[in-house]
């Protein structure tokens, strides 16, 4: 298990070092550059050609990304230029983490709570009522904009009925505690139970539009691993054998459906921000998507270099974790790995 852990570490290692090299030159592609950025289109000729010497942007871009990866290793990501103008990327990145991670933990939380034992009941019940309406509404997860839901859900539950706040982590005038930067934890931390309760319920609205496609995606795959499992010889065996139901279900059923199911919610945790793009646009939310949108929208170059850079290296990770847990789940995985 050490070796496998080693070998996909240094995968990882250079996923991301290929991947920060190609994002680096992405970005130094784009129109208008880091120049346009920082002095605007009316800047003169010669100012233009003076940040651009200074900023060592005449250089090859190999040698600019070696100089790039110098200062990150020293961590100095840059200075933003639109979305907090004058602030280092770095301290923009943690100061925004911290939302995006509690509004991602509980997108994932709703859509494992409902969409696997949703997904084994509706197998269990095939072609009854609850899998038809089951499979409906997954397919409607997955075909609604995760926007336009945002948008749908703010207006109905947020605007006309007043249920939910409309935009930010928490109301203005609570004089909460920050101890950790997730709010809801704040709260519980510190025993202020309004802010805790506030916070989440500023959660809940955007949470729920981000659930929705990894809800309708493990809804599927614990439904279709449930119905291969429960056709296969040996759960015919172990009810020939006279065990009871609840222990077939439990050493049987689920535990041979749950490895898709483990890699299915690894890669929609880590594909959350995609969506969380959207959704903290729609909700005002203060986390990494409503800074990568402002950064797109203002050109905000060493912070969208971060941020992206920083996601993909968490999609990466989690991606890494879920193959370990496969490995724990089926040794036979490491094994096969292992070359052995």
Same mark, same amino acid.
């Given at each position: 298990?050490l070796?496998?852990?080693i070998r996909? =570490?240094?995968q990882l290692?250079?996923v #991301?070092?290929? %991947?920060s090299? *190609? +994002? ?7 129109p &208008?550059g880091p120049?346009s950025?920082l ?8 100012t233009?050609a003076r ?26 990501f840059?200075v933003s230029?639109?979305?907090q103008?004058?602030d280092?990327a770095l ?5 925004r983490?911290?939302?995006?991670l509690?509004l991602?933990?509980?997108a994932i939380?709703i ?5 696997i ?11 009854s009522?609850?899998d ?6 997954? =397919?409607?997860?997955?075909a609604?904009? #995760?926007?336009? %839901?945002?948008? *749908? +859900?703010k207006?109905v539950?947020?605007?006309?009925l &007043?249920?939910f706040?409309?935009?930010g ?7 909460a ?10 709260g ?5 139970w309004?802010?805790a309760w ?7 609205l955007?949470a729920?539009?981000?659930?929705s496609?990894?809800?309708s ?7 279709a ?7 296969e ?6 009810e020939?054998?006279g065990l009871?139901?609840p ?12 490895l898709?199911?483990v890699t299915?919610?690894?890669l929609?945790?880590g594909a959350l ?6 959704t903290?646009?729609v909700?005002?939310f203060?986390?990494?998507g ?11 170059y060493p ?9 993909a290296?968490?999609?990466v990770?989690?991606n890494?974790?879920?193959d ?14 292992g070359?052995?």
């Amino acid at each position: 298990m050490l070796r496998y852990t080693i070998r996909r =570490l240094l995968q990882l290692l250079i996923v #991301v070092g290929v %991947l920060s090299l *190609l +994002l680096f030159a992405w970005l130094r592609s784009l129109p &208008g550059g880091p120049v346009s950025a920082l002095l605007g289109e009316r800047a003169t000729a010669e100012t233009r050609a003076r940040l651009t010497e200074e900023l060592g942007l005449n250089d090859p871009i190999f040698v600019q990304y070696i100089k790039f990866v110098g200062r990150a290793l020293s961590g100095d990501f840059g200075v933003s230029t639109g979305v907090q103008p004058g602030d280092p990327a770095l301290d923009i990145f943690l100061q925004r983490l911290p939302a995006t991670l509690e509004l991602s933990i509980l997108a994932i939380i709703i859509a494992i709570a409902i969409g696997i034992p949703l997904g084994y009941l509706a197998a269990r019940r095939r072609g009854s009522v609850l899998d038809n309406l089951s499979v409906v509404s997954s =397919l409607i997860g997955v075909a609604v904009p #995760v926007f336009f %839901l945002a948008f *749908l +859900l703010k207006q109905v539950f947020a605007v006309d009925l &007043g249920w939910f706040p409309t935009a930010g982590r928490q109301e203005g005038g609570i004089d909460a505690t920050r101890v950790t930067g997730f709010f809801v934890l704040d709260g519980i931390l510190t025993q202020e139970w309004d802010a805790a309760w506030d916070a989440f319920v500023h959660l809940i609205l955007p949470a729920v539009a981000l659930a929705s496609i990894p809800f309708s995606v493990v809804f599927r795959i614990t439904r279709a691993s449930v119905l291969d499992v429960v056709d296969e010889d040996y759960i015919r065996t172990a009810e020939s054998k006279g065990l009871t139901t609840p222990v077939i279900r439990r050493r049987h059923v689920l535990r041979n459906a749950m490895l898709p199911v483990v890699t299915t919610i690894g890669l929609q945790t880590g594909a959350l921000l995609a969506g969380a793009v959207l959704t903290e646009t729609v909700f005002a939310f203060p986390g990494i998507g409503q800074a990568l949108a402002i950064g797109f929208e203002r050109r905000d170059y060493p912070v969208l270099l971060l941020l992206i850079l920083c996601s993909a290296g968490v999609f990466v990770l989690i991606n890494l974790l879920v193959d370990l847990s496969y490995a724990l789940i089926d040794p036979r995985i490491r094994t096969r790995g292992g070359g052995h």
